[in-house]
């Protein structure tokens, strides 16, 4: 029906391998979901797991179709970069609303942060980087 039962047996079975890494590597991350503690940890491990899970299915796809068409099949390239795109800008949303929401009910600051700076310690850093380039004025 879906010309499946075409595909030659070792394009069947690189296909199957790579559809089979990429949903173990999701569901790792998915575990990742669900075991880490607090949410900047936990958004670690799923973005991880979607982006190279997503990758090994969208190479697996893209064999599959090449070989069963005859032709490259390309579109899963479009697919990739809008993932490769999407998940890292999506990841820093998310990781800024949280650090505004905890901000604002005045809770901890996520672990292994560092801390905070005031202006004359930023001053300091900036004048400290303009003496490594040479470029502070005395």
């Given at each position: 029906?879906?010309?499946?039962?075409?595909?030659?047996?070792?394009?069947a079975?690189?296909?199957?391998?790579?559809v089979?890494?990429?949903?173990?590597?999701?569901l790792?991350?998915?575990?990742?979901?669900?075991?880490?503690?607090s949410?900047?940890?936990?958004?670690?491990?799923?973005?991880?797991?979607?982006?190279?899970?997503?990758?090994?299915?969208?190479?697996?796809s893209?064999i599959?179709?090449?070989?069963?068409?005859?032709?490259?099949?390309?579109?899963?390239?479009?697919?990739?970069?809008?993932?490769?795109?999407?998940?890292?800008?999506?990841?820093?949303?998310?990781?800024?609303?949280?650090?505004?929401?905890?901000?604002?009910?005045?809770?901890?600051?996520?672990?292994?942060?560092?801390?905070?700076?005031?202006?004359?310690?930023?001053?300091?850093?900036?004048?400290?980087?303009d003496?490594?380039?040479?470029?502070?004025?005395?």
């Amino acid at each position: 029906m879906n010309g499946a039962s075409t595909l030659p047996t070792w394009a069947a079975l690189l296909v199957a391998a790579l559809v089979v890494a990429g949903a173990l590597i999701t569901l790792i991350g998915s575990f990742g979901l669900l075991r880490l503690r607090s949410f900047y940890e936990r958004a670690h491990a799923p973005t991880l797991g979607a982006t190279l899970g997503t990758g090994f299915i969208l190479v697996g796809s893209m064999i599959c179709f090449t070989v069963l068409k005859g032709r490259p099949s390309v579109h899963e390239i479009l697919i990739a970069i809008f993932v490769t795109l999407t998940t890292p800008v999506t990841l820093m949303m998310l990781a800024r609303a949280t650090l505004y929401r905890d901000k604002l009910e005045g809770g901890a600051p996520p672990p292994n942060s560092p801390p905070p700076t005031t202006i004359a310690s930023s001053r300091a850093g900036q004048n400290h980087a303009d003496d490594i380039a040479g470029t502070r004025e005395i």
